[in-house]
């Protein structure tokens, strides 16, 4: 299971950034896939996913500034954050997993890689 997330870095607040995941062709023919992300002294956070089909949701903290989507040809899986927040900085996960019932199951995770919001 590989899943290779890349571009976090440090942003001023209002700016924007773009996540990339990359992940094997035997982890992106899971149903779904999404991004988390942890911030220090916090739970876990689910912040959006999408299914094999396109669909998508993202958690109401984030919703309106951050867009996922994927490009399949690519086995590639993005995060697109706008009018960051401090409240924003965190590592951020690439998942893949399973999308039941209603709910996102993740079953891999990735590395992470770090979203720094600070003027």
């Known amino acids: 299971v590989q899943l290779q997330a890349s571009g976090g870095g440090l942003v001023q607040p209002g700016g924007s950034l773009r996540l990339s995941c990359a992940a094997s062709?035997?982890?992106?023919?899971?149903?779904?896939m999404g991004w988390c992300r942890q911030a220090p002294g916090k739970q876990r956070e689910l912040v959006a996913r999408?299914?094999?089909?396109?669909?998508?949701n993202i958690a109401d903290s984030v919703k309106g500034r951050f867009t996922i989507s994927r490009d399949n040809a690519k086995n590639t899986v993005y995060l697109q954050l706008t009018s960051l927040k401090p409240e924003d900085t965190a590592v951020y996960y690439c998942?893949?997993?399973?999308?039941?019932?209603?709910?996102?199951?993740?079953?891999?995770w990735g590395q992470g890689t770090l979203v720094t919001v600070s003027s």
């Open positions: 998942t893949a997993g399973v999308y039941s019932l209603g709910t996102y199951h993740p079953r891999s």
């Open positions: 999408i299914t094999n089909g396109g669909s998508t």
């Open positions: 062709r035997s982890v992106f023919s899971n149903d779904a």
